[in-house]
Nanobody, 127 residues
Framework: QAQVMESGGGVVPAGGSLRLSCIAS????????MAWFRHPPGKEREGVAS????????EYRENVKGRFTVTRDNAENSLYLQMNNLDPGDTAMYYC????????????????????WGQGTQVTVSS
């Protein structure tokens, strides 16, 4: 059974940093496109970043470019999101998602391209 589980959320002041982690099991992680999504309060869930199976291609939503970095360790079946210079607008539940192939397409922000989701980890940025 494919599973992913996030960790690393918390409460940080504006300008602070957090590193989210996602551990995967039950599928071939190294052959799978992975992504981070977030669900801000009062808004729809949105794609944050994606990374192809061998880290060749990464994509980011515009307002996190230069602040967030997505990486993966295929030997450890792990996905990471380093978040720096956090802003209250980054407050959300953050989710790890596993795709259905190794390539992340131009539509990486589309939730239906991902078959496995975690329960989420809450990130709260105080002003």
């Amino acid at each position: 059974q494919a599973q992913v589980m996030e960790s690393g959320g918390g409460v940080v002041p504006a300008g602070g940093s957090l590193r989210l982690s996602c551990i995967a099991s039950g599928f071939s992680f190294k052959d799978t496109c992975m992504a981070w999504f977030r669900h801000p309060p009062g808004k729809e869930r949105e794609g944050v970043a994606s990374i192809s199976s061998h880290s060749i291609i990464t994509e980011y939503r515009e307002n996190v470019k230069g602040r967030f970095t997505v990486t993966r360790d295929n030997a450890e079946n792990s996905l990471y999101l380093q978040m720096n210079n956090l802003d209250p607008g980054d407050t959300a539940m953050y989710y790890c998602a596993a795709g259905t192939s190794g390539s992340c397409t131009a539509f990486w922000r589309s939730e239906h391209l991902y078959s496995t989701w975690g329960q989420g980890t809450q990130v709260t940025v105080s002003s």
